[in-house]
């Protein structure tokens, strides 16, 4: 699902990209408790497929019950390596409860893009 | 300077003392008023922006973490599910509080007191703040819809919360240290202050102090000298060391004031000094106790006190002890003295002190306010030995001793009170120098004063203890003679005072002859007061002296007739004189060749009370005794000349002028004036003078008669031959007329030839002198035969007329008339045979 983020991106550029993930009609970026978002490199959340509140802000500082700042985590594999898995604590989109989650990131020009799941 | 210092006046010293005082004043006090207004600004500062700061920074932090609560609140509702309204209201309520505290931050921002320190903290919250209020927006916006997202989120929120609380935090403690600070600067600094106003106040003190001290010592000093300098005057003392004159300030005024002061109290204290030691008194001030203030050196001198001994100070017990020491007091015992001395003055007293020594002092006590008392002391000795002079001599004669007529009164009347009482017998001798006027002028007036002391001296030695010599003056002496036995002692005595004062008298190389006459009188036989007695002797001396001199005669009552009949004789003398009662008798005067009227000589007549006249051989002595004999002489003189006119022209008058008139003087004026006044010619005066009055040989009395004579009236010597009848009288002066005396026709009866001889020798050589003859006392037809024959010119007598009254005198002289008319002549020519008319 990253890779078809990935590629939309490629072909519709981040506009679009953003368009499709947020809107939760798109079955490409929607799979039961998967969905994609995308942040630029300053934290700033530009689409989350499950919880569209959260485009525009920054969530540099988020962190989970664990006190881990995930954003930032994520934002450090896009950077180097430019792909990798971060664990965090996130309400399920299915429960809307805190559920241990991880999430694939990687990076997308100048912006990251993941998709968590639950684990 | 210092001396610069010492003379500044008092009051600059003390102003520039103030100056001092108020300059450490100022100093301690502006210091202390700058000190406690830095501490009020101090003080102000961190009341008004340090403490405010500190609260708007709590109050901040207590706002921030308010409405983080909310936020929390907000994200638990929003989980709980609340409906979306209540929750926006709250997310509404959490911004609108965001914008206020952001307010907040800006206005604590802009305060001005905000140092650059907080400021810049400031800016790193605010930072933090906005990424706090940044990170609750999205919170909020999240939560509105995604609860579970905006409960993540709040860890992030928070850690933001955290940071501003955190630095809230810091900032609070920031302001709470710079609060800390200025208290503790604002502690410091009022420590400081102190320390430095208790120094300042001290330093003020002490230069106070000090200046204080100096004034001071230049001030109390000086004056110490100066109140040291009137102890002194007010002891009494002046040779005191006064201090320097020359100062300039005020101190000196008053040295310069004590200065003169003292130089007054020198001279007050000299001049009392002077009077007090040339008093004649001794003086002696005593105070309440008894002891000497002040003593003058004649008051020590007195009583043999050196000036030690009686200086101030001394009691009167001890001067009086020294005085009985030396032997000068009065009273019975020194006891008695001692204790009547010391007995305190109560009042004024005068006394008279015998001191043992034999002087007299009289003293006199004045008591004093105070208690005290001023006595002086004068020596009377000298004073009483004088008085008793001056008493002696004004009972006694200086030049003999013997008791003065008032003390012989005195006397007199002593012994006769004792006569009263006792019984006994006196006697009163008056003893009169004979003659005592030829002593006087044979032996000049120091012989007749030898005379009269011998004579006393003699007088004195025959008297007895209660007899009394006395001299009433002039050569007249009384002795009373006590206790008598009988009048023959009294005779006895008086003859035996004759025989005394008869014997010579030794003066130089003479012996004076004198003798005395003495009358006495008896009492009680003759009287029984002093002065009846003193009369009856005098009386009696009047009987010696008639009876001849150098005699004596007793008393006896027939001179008591006598006396009061010349007492009568001198009364009606003396109404004549005042009433003009005496007559005058004109006797005329013939010129016997041609037996004609020349004129009359005018003859003095007093009527008596029985109508008789008496002669002027009776009363002119008398009145010369009273010394009226210039009035009748004046009298006669006025009245003949004025009855004269009223004769024929060429009748004469005469007029007896007595040598008393001539010795008053004046005559010629007299006789002048009177013939001018009487309209008289003056060669119709003829005035009669006796030979007694040449006897004293005096010009004045000579030039008189010439003056008489040159004025044209006749001067006739009148009864020659009478007295001592000295030939040289009659060429001396150049007489008009020679009057012989009555006597020589009495003696022509008696004597025969040899009185007719002396008789017409007397005419002869008046003839040869060119001077008319007048015989006086013709009174028979023999005598004037008998001077017819002698060629005597001129006549006057009994048988040629008496005197008669002026009335009579008018028939004479038509009795003259007719005796010229008889014999063919005219009046003025004829001559006719005498005729008694």
């Not at chain 2, 000049?444 to 007899?467: I, K, P, Q, S, Y």
């Amino acid at each position: 699902m990253v890779h078809r983020v990935q590629e939309r991106f490629k072909k519709d550029g981040l506009a679009a990209t953003i368009e499709a993930v947020n809107d939760k009609t798109t079955p490409e970026f929607h799979d039961r408790d998967l969905y994609a978002f995308v942040y630029n490199m300053q934290g700033i959340c530009l689409a989350n497929g499950a919880r569209p509140a959260l485009v525009g802000k920054n969530l540099i500082s988020l962190k989970d019950q664990d006190g881990k700042y995930l954003i930032q985590e994520m934002v450090a594999i896009a950077t180097s390596p430019g792909s990798g898995w971060v664990n965090y604590k996130w309400p399920s989109p299915v429960t809307n409860k805190i559920e241990d989650r991880s999430a694939y990131i990687e990076k997308m020009g100048d912006y990251l893009v993941g998709v968590g799941m639950d684990r | 300077m210092r001396r610069f210092v010492q003379e500044m006046p008092i009051r600059v010293k003390a102003f520039a003392a103030s100056v001092v005082l108020l300059i450490c004043l100022v100093v301690v006090g502006g210091y202390a008023y700058q000190a406690a207004r830095k501490s009020a600004k101090d003080f102000n500062e961190l009341s008004k922006r340090s403490l405010p700061k500190q609260e708007t920074i709590s109050s901040l932090n207590d706002e921030v973490i308010a409405t983080h609560v909310q936020v929390f609140r907000f994200v638990t509702w929003a989980s709980n599910g609340v409906n979306a309204q209540l929750l926006r209201s709250i997310s509404d309520g959490v911004l609108a509080d965001l914008v206020v505290v952001s307010g907040r931050f800006k206005s604590f921002n802009a305060r001005p007191d905000v140092s650059p320190a907080e400021r810049s903290t400031m800016a790193d919250l605010f930072t933090r703040w906005e990424k706090y209020v940044d990170a609750v927006k999205d919170t909020l916006d999240v939560g509105l819809t995604d609860a579970p997202m905006a409960t993540m989120m709040l860890g992030a929120t928070d850690d933001d919360f955290q940071k501003v609380a955190s630095d809230l935090g810091r900032m609070a403690n920031l302001a709470g240290m710079q609060t800390r600070a200025a208290a503790q600067e604002f502690v410091i600094t009022a420590e400081r202050n102190r320390e430095v106003l208790a120094l300042g106040a001290i330093a003020a003190t002490l230069i106070s102090f000090f200046v204080a001290l100096v004034v001071g010592q230049s001030i109390v000093k000086p004056i110490q000298s100066v109140t040291k300098a009137m102890t002194e005057v007010s002891s009494g003392n002046v040779d005191f060391d006064i201090g320097d004159q020359t100062r300039s300030d005020e101190i000196g005024q008053m040295v310069r004031a004590i200065a003169t002061f003292r130089q007054n109290l020198r001279s007050q204290t000299l001049r009392l000094d002077t009077a007090l030691n040339n008093m004649s008194q001794g003086l002696g001030m005593f105070d309440a106790e008894q002891r000497v203030v002040v003593c003058n050196g004649r008051f020590a001198r007195m009583y043999g006190l050196s000036p030690e001994q009686a200086r101030p100070g001394t009691t009167l017990r001890q001067i009086v002890e020294r005085r009985i020491a030396n032997g000068f007091y009065s009273g019975e015992s020194p006891a008695e003295y001692m204790k009547q001395q010391l007995a305190p003055v109560v009042r004024e007293s005068n006394i008279i002190e015998e001191l043992s020594d034999g002087r007299a002092i009289f003293v006199s006590c004045q008591p004093m306010a105070d208690g005290g008392w001023v006595t002086t002391h004068e020596d009377i000795s000298e004073r009483r030995r004088i008085e008793k002079k001056i008493a002696h001599m004004a009972s006694h004669d200086a030049l003999t001793g013997l008791a003065n007529r008032t003390h012989l009164i005195e006397r007199l009347n002593k012994a006769l009170a004792k006569l009263a009482a006792r019984g006994g017998g006196l006697a009163v001798h008056f003893i009169d120098l004979d003659r005592f006027k030829d002593v006087n002028d044979n032996f000049g007036h120091d012989g007749g004063d030898v005379v009269l002391r011998t004579f006393a001296e003699r007088l004195r030695a025959m008297t007895r203890g209660n007899d009394e010599v006395g001299r009433l003056g002039g050569d007249e002496f009384v002795v009373l003679q006590t206790d008598i036995d009988g009048a023959a002692d009294a005779e006895d005595f008086a003859s035996r005072i004759a025989a005394a004062l008869n014997t010579p008298v030794k003066f130089n190389s003479y012996e004076i002859q004198a003798t005395v006459s003495v009358g006495f009188a008896l009492s009680p036989a003759d009287g029984d007061s002093p002065e009846r007695l003193l009369k009856c002797a005098d009386l009696a001396l009047y009987r010696a002296k008639a009876d001849g001199r150098n005699c004596v005669r007793r008393f006896v009552p027939e001179m008591d007739s006598e006396m009061r009949a010349r007492v009568q004789l001198e009364i009606t003398i003396r109404n004549a004189v005042f009433h003009n009662r005496f007559v005058l008798h004109y006797q005329p005067i013939f010129e016997i060749r041609t037996n004609r009227l020349l004129g009359f000589e005018a003859l003095i007549r007093l009527p008596a009370e029985d109508g008789t006249l008496i002669l002027p051989m009776t009363f002119i002595p008398v009145a010369e005794e009273l010394h009226l004999i210039d009035k009748i002489g004046a009298w006669v003189l006025q009245e003949a000349c004025r009855t004269a006119t009223l004769w024929p022209e060429n009748l004469t008058v005469a007029v007896n002028v007595s040598a008393a008139q001539f010795r008053a003087g004046g005559v010629c004026a007299m006789v002048a004036a009177t013939l001018q006044e009487a309209n008289l010619n003056a060669n119709r005066l003829e005035l009669e003078i006796t030979e007694s009055l040449l006897l004293d040989d005096s010009e004045a009395i000579m030039k008189e008669l010439r003056m008489i004579k040159a004025i044209g009236v006749a001067v006739v010597m009148d009864d020659f031959g009478s007295g001592y009848s000295s030939l040289s009288y009659l060429w001396r002066f150049p007489f008009d007329k020679i009057k012989i005396d009555q006597s020589f026709m009495t003696g022509l009866a008696l004597s025969g030839r040899d009185a007719e001889t002396v008789i017409k020798t007397i005419i002869a050589l008046g003839r040869e002198l060119r001077m008319h003859v007048t015989v006086e006392g013709v009174e028979t037809a023999e005598q004037l035969s008998f001077i017819d024959e002698a060629n005597a010119e001129q006549a006057q007598g009994f048988y040629l007329g008496r005197p008669v009254p002026e009335s009579e005198i008018s028939a004479s002289i038509l009795a003259d008339f007719k005796r010229a008319s008889s014999q063919g002549m005219s009046p003025l020519e004829g001559q006719a045979k005498l005729r008694i008319v």
